[in-house]
């Protein structure tokens, strides 16, 4: 399985992006997609998890600012990041796996918070 990310850049404090995450290859047993993020410096975070059934979890840190979602039939996974603050900034890494996250990784993409 493969997972090339994008959609990530320079948003200014408050303002929106939106990453997406396209998985390639054997994605038959693909039931769980998300992102992880990890900062300069900082431990990796979960930020977002979304199943093939559209349940959805997501850390306290973004909760209620930001959306995951998932198109099954194109095998991609979304983040809709709203109102986003400079503690947004980091590398997000698209996931997918069968019962775990974690079992295939994408290259992540680049979101900088700053005005």
């Known amino acids: 399985v493969q997972l090339q990310a994008s959609g990530g850049g320079l948003v200014q404090p408050g303002g929106s992006l939106r990453l997406s995450c396209a998985a390639s290859?054997?994605?038959?047993?693909?039931?769980?997609m998300g992102w992880y993020r990890q900062a300069q410096g900082q431990q990796r975070e979960l930020v977002a998890v979304?199943?093939?059934?559209?349940?959805?979890k997501y850390s306290d840190s973004v909760q209620g600012r930001f959306t995951i979602s998932r198109d099954n039939a194109k095998n991609t996974v979304y983040l809709q990041m709203n109102s986003v603050k400079p503690e947004d900034t980091a590398v997000y890494i698209c996931c997918a796996g069968t019962d775990y996250i974690d079992d295939y990784w994408g290259q992540g993409t680049l979101v900088t918070v700053s005005s």
């Open positions: 290859g054997s994605t038959v047993n693909i039931n769980v």
């Open positions: 979304i199943t093939n059934s559209g349940n959805t």
